[in-house]
Nanobody
Framework: QVQLEESGGGLVQPGGSLRLSCAAS????????MGWFRQAPGKEREFAAA????????YYADSVKGRFTISRDNAKNTVYLQMSSLKPEDTAVYYC????????????????WGQGTQVTVAS
C-alpha cells in the first residue's frame, strides 16, 4: 500500500511559478510510475503530466507542455511538478497518483492517490 501526500499549492499571480511535491511512503517508490492530475470546479479530473518509474521518460498534456516539468527523486521518494507561466485556467486541485510499471494518462489506471493540493492562479 502506497500513501501519497502532496504539498506546495497556494495562491499565485498569473505568470508566476509554483513547485508541487508529492511524498510517497509504504511502498517501493522506484517501482511506480507517477502522474499529476488536476480537477477544476465542475470539471472532470484531467491528466497533466507523468513520469516513468526510473525518471527517464516523461509525458505532458498539451495544455501544460512547455510550462510544467515533472521530475522525481527516488532517493527521497518524491515526485515534483514545477509549474511556470501559470494561467488562471491552471486553477485546480492537483493530485499525484502512482501505478506500477508504465505511466498512463487515464486516471482510472492509477492505483494510489494523494488527497490533493489547491492551486489558485489569480491577480
Amino acid at each position: 500500500q502506497v500513501q501519497l501526500e502532496e504539498s506546495g499549492g497556494g495562491l499565485v499571480q498569473p505568470g508566476g511559478s509554483l513547485r508541487l511535491s508529492c511524498a510517497a511512503s509504504g511502498g517501493t517508490f522506484s517501482s511506480y510510475a507517477m502522474g499529476w492530475f488536476r480537477q477544476a470546479p465542475g470539471k472532470e479530473r484531467e491528466f497533466a503530466a507523468a513520469i516513468s518509474y526510473g525518471g527517464g521518460s516523461t509525458y505532458y498534456a498539451d495544455s501544460v507542455k512547455g510550462r510544467f516539468t515533472i521530475s522525481r527523486d527516488n532517493a527521497k521518494n518524491t515526485v515534483y511538478l514545477q509549474m511556470s507561466s501559470l494561467k488562471p485556467e491552471d486553477t485546480a486541485v492537483y493530485y499525484c497518483a502512482a501505478r506500477r510499471l508504465a505511466w498512463k494518462i487515464r486516471a482510472d489506471e492509477y492505483e494510489y492517490w494523494g488527497q490533493g493540493t489547491q492551486v489558485t492562479v489569480a491577480s
